[in-house]
């Protein structure tokens, strides 16, 4: 008995030590965890299905936010608020659509209620118009009454970006009324450094003969003074998914304002058609060749990876590259971690090219993202879903998305919700861990859940240098105001699902001539010869059926 009775206090000790551990350490945005589950959260009055509905989907999980079943509130509480279970399949980019070509071979009783499809620029198997040609999605054009509010958050001079090239609407999308995220930044030390010498006469390159300057100064003093005159890369840029996107900020500084994957423009006289066919791509090839040749572009623009240009800021020998603002911060403060004290990776406004362009993409607002399936038509499911996204969309389900719930996460400020400062406190990171803007699944991005974490708690003033950066290249009123320009879409016509494997992205395509070209292997005369063989070999179908899509959706 006395053996029982230490064993028991022994036990009770060690829960007691661990009890006394757990609240010593920090919860995640300052909230306890399964701080949702016991609250006062009542059905809504707006949409709510008695008894209760599961919707099944599949669909790409990414970043930190949590999933339907490790943590976090989002799902759990839009059950409570709406009856709507979600039973969601996430699954990884890599391999995703060979986990499409599974479901689809199951017939149509296989597929889930919802699903997502691939972006056009990541495989040209399951995008939005693989899966309509499927007949696995309906077209939601007869069902627009049933979701007013998604409607209304699209707004009429976006529509074109939420059509498919039919002229059919057959996603729910997600909206982010942002239109900062991308920056172009470069090492401010150094061309303070570069000043101090003698080599440049100003702080920040605003002009065409300013950055080469800048890049030329770069490439022949050692600036970052390691002893290896040769191992700083004056610009450094990121090939994208296929290739594709490798050259698109300079294509910016050219007038040339391009599709997010950076193959389509619209002409001054509303034609759509491909970058090459531009009046400034001539000069542009020619501009870049000469830079590749002086070893101021990237030696690895063609093939470098997102992950890889991010080691070149944290290795100390990037000085110029394009990328999420936030990187700015991110990479000044691990260098200044490795005892780089002066380290400053400043945002700016992007690159002015010779003629005084001086453009940048804004964030896509409305991206398609969730397809409602025949699966889910033949089960009478339809309108439930559809009516539960238009709830999704209305204040109370934006709020829920944005902010969590009121009195636990966020208050009411002068009619503002505003986020507790334990969730913003690290900007992003808690935010999305917590499960806010559950961006994988799709919603409605406030401004100002935005701004909050961005601003991270603080007013501009008391940020320090690093992150002062990454606002002036987030914020609307930042570097890049009046630069922005909304991308033309890349529109996914049965010509361009054929071709585009061989013709864009292929060992043979035209990006890959590109990159031949810019590298000095082919010559711009020559350039355009072997683009118009291509044109005859099926990229003139895919301009000729683009101009015609896009004289539909526009």
Not at 97 to 109: N, P
Not at 468 to 477: D, I, K, R, V
Request: aromatic share 12%.
């Amino acid at each position: 008995m006395k053996k029982i009775l230490s064993l028991v206090l022994a036990l009770a000790m060690l829960l007691t030590a661990a009890c006394a551990f757990a609240t010593d350490v920090e919860a995640v945005g300052g909230l306890e965890p399964n701080w949702w589950v016991d609250a006062d959260v009542q059905p809504s009055t707006e949409f709510y299905v008695d008894g209760g509905m599961t919707v099944t989907m599949v669909g790409v999980h990414f970043n930190q936010y949590p999933t339907t079943f490790d943590g976090g509130y989002y799902f759990p509480t839009i059950e409570k608020m709406t009856g709507v279970h979600f039973d969601i399949d996430w699954r990884t980019s890599d391999g995703y659509s060979t986990v499409v070509s599974t479901i689809l071979a199951g017939g149509i009783d296989n597929l889930p209620d919802i699903i997502q499809p691939t972006s056009s620029q990541t495989s040209s198997g399951m995008s939005v118009s693989a899966l309509a040609d499927e007949g696995a999605i309906i077209a939601l054009d007869d069902y627009l009454d049933l979701i007013p509010n998604v409607v209304a958050a699209v707004g009429e001079d976006r529509m074109a970006m939420w059509r498919s090239a039919d002229g059919h609407i057959y996603t729910i999308p997600t909206i982010v009324n942002v239109p900062g995220s991308q920056s172009m930044t470069f090492r401010k030390d150094w061309a303070l450094k570069l000043k101090e010498q003698g080599v440049i006469d100003f702080d920040t390159p605003s002009t065409w003969e300013e950055w080469k300057a800048f890049w030329y100064g770069v490439r022949d003093n050692d600036v970052n003074g390691n002893g290896d005159p040769s191992d700083e890369i004056p610009l450094v840029l990121e090939m994208g998914e296929s290739g594709e996107r490798a050259l698109h900020a300079l294509l910016n500084a050219f007038g040339i304002k391009a599709s997010n994957d950076a193959q389509f423009c619209v002409l001054d006289d509303g034609t759509y058609t491909m970058v090459y066919d531009h009046p400034n791509y001539r000069k542009f090839l020619t501009e870049v060749q000469q830079l590749y040749a002086d070893k101021i572009l990237d030696p690895e623009f063609a093939t470098r990876k997102q992950a890889d240009m991010y080691n070149t800021m944290s290795a100390n020998i990037c000085a110029s590259c394009f990328t999420w603002a936030q990187m700015s911060q991110t990479h000044t403060e691990e260098l200044w971690s490795m005892g780089i004290e002066d380290a400053l990776f400043e945002c700016v406004a992007p690159i002015t090219g010779p003629d005084g362009e001086c453009w940048l993409q804004e964030r896509q607002a409305v991206t398609p993202l969730n397809c409602i399936t025949a699966k889910a038509e033949k089960d009478g499911k339809v309108e439930n879903i559809l009516k539960f996204y238009n709830w999704q969309f209305s204040e109370e389900g934006i709020n829920l998305y944005n902010y969590g719930i009121e009195g636990l996460s966020y208050t009411m400020v002068d009619g503002q919700a505003t986020l507790n400062p334990g969730i913003v406190k690290n900007g992003f990171t808690d935010y999305r861990t917590i499960g806010m803007e559950c961006e994988p699944f799709g919603g409605m991005w406030q401004t100002s859940a935005f701004m909050q974490c961005l601003f991270a708690g603080e007013s501009l003033e008391t940020l320090n240098a690093a992150y002062q950066s990454f606002w002036n290249g987030l914020n609307n009123e930042g570097v890049n105001k009046g630069h922005y320009y909304a991308m033309p879409p890349t529109l996914e016509t049965e010509a361009y699902t054929e071709y585009r494997g061989e013709l864009i992205v292929g060992s043979s395509g035209v990006c890959a001539l590109r990159d031949q070209t810019v590298a000095g292997q082919v010559s711009v005369d020559d350039f355009f010869a072997k683009y118009e063989e291509l044109k005859a070999r099926g990229l003139q179908e895919v301009i000729d059926e683009g101009n015609e899509a896009y004289s539909k959706i526009r």
